[in-house]
């Protein structure tokens, strides 16, 4: 299984960016994919996840009403809309997979991270 990150950068505060994730190496159905992300000096944490099959999503409260993640069957993608950017959400972002939800286990397959850099 190969998941493969893209998509970080340097934004101001307030502004927006597109992660994308393509997953490949087995079929998804039945597992759900998502973004953790982890700060300097902080452990890594859960953002956001889907249901491959049914489109299912959950957020870390931090995140909810500014991130959106999507996925699009047909492509093996999976995204994370960030809208009104915080400088607290500086991290390097990993696209991760399993077949559980991702709030409950350390996920079975990640992929590499993308630097997220918000500047105040």
């Known amino acids: 299984v190969q998941l493969q990150a893209s998509g970080g950068g340097l934004v101001q505060a307030g502004g927006s960016l597109r992660l994308s994730c393509a997953a490949s190496g087995r079929t998804f159905t039945g597992y759900t994919l998502g973004w953790f992300r982890q700060a300097p000096g902080k452990e890594r944490e859960f953002v956001a996840g889907?249901?491959?099959?049914?489109?299912?999503?959950y957020y870390t409260d931090s995140v909810k009403d500014r991130f959106t993640i999507s996925r699009e069957k047909a492509d093996n993608m999976v995204y994370l809309q960030m809208n009104s950017l915080k400088p607290e959400d500086t991290a390097v972002y990993y696209c991760a997979a399993d077949i559980n939800r991702l709030t409950s286990v350390s996920p079975r397959y990640w992929g590499q991270g993308t630097q997220v850099t918000v500047s105040s």
């Open positions: 889907i249901w491959y099959s049914s489109g299912g999503k």
